[in-house]
């Protein structure tokens, strides 16, 4: 497995940038402003974190995403410290990311890989997004927020 950034010549994979985030317009936005980095084996594209600085000294891994069928393989873990490293190595003394209150195992994952839940966003994706989401049954309506001291 191979993490490098994505370069400016390629495409973005949209439906895997999808999977993370419903929202083509806010994925649209945010790529463009962030650094994008991608996990690949054999030239398929099986995962995606994107980096988006927001104060000085500040990042936020803002869209991680792994193809369906490689979920379930650690393949999100390595991505998330893979952010990690290279938030740090940028020079950045804080990581953040935001999660849905329905996100179950991505809270699990991310509190594994040392972030710490610092505050809730009510109603982020209510205000947010068009179309309500559901997972593990639950509406997804406030925004875990986290965070790292690097």
Do not use: W
């Not at 945010?30 to 994107?50: C, D, K, N, P």
């Not at 600085?53 to 193809?67: C, Q």
């Amino acid at each position: 497995m191979n993490i490098r950034k994505l370069q400016a010549n390629e495409n973005y994979p949209m439906e895997l940038l999808l999977l993370a985030d419903p929202s083509r317009k806010l994925v649209e936005e945010y790529i463009t402003r962030g650094e994008s980095f991608i996990a690949e084996e054999e030239h398929e594209i099986l995962g995606i974190y994107v980096l988006l600085p927001t104060r000085p000294e500040t990042v936020e891994l803002v869209n991680i995403a792994v193809a369906e069928r490689s979920q379930g393989q650690g393949l999100g873990k390595m991505l998330v410290l893979h952010a990690i490293q290279t938030a740090k190595e940028r020079g950045y003394k804080t990581i953040e990311i935001g999660t849905g209150n329905s996100s179950i195992g991505q809270l699990a994952l991310y509190q594994k890989c040392g972030f710490r839940i610092v505050g809730v966003d009510q109603d982020f994706f209510i205000r947010h997004y068009e179309e309500e989401i559901y997972e593990n049954g639950i509406q997804c309506r406030d925004m875990i927020r986290l965070s790292q001291d690097l």
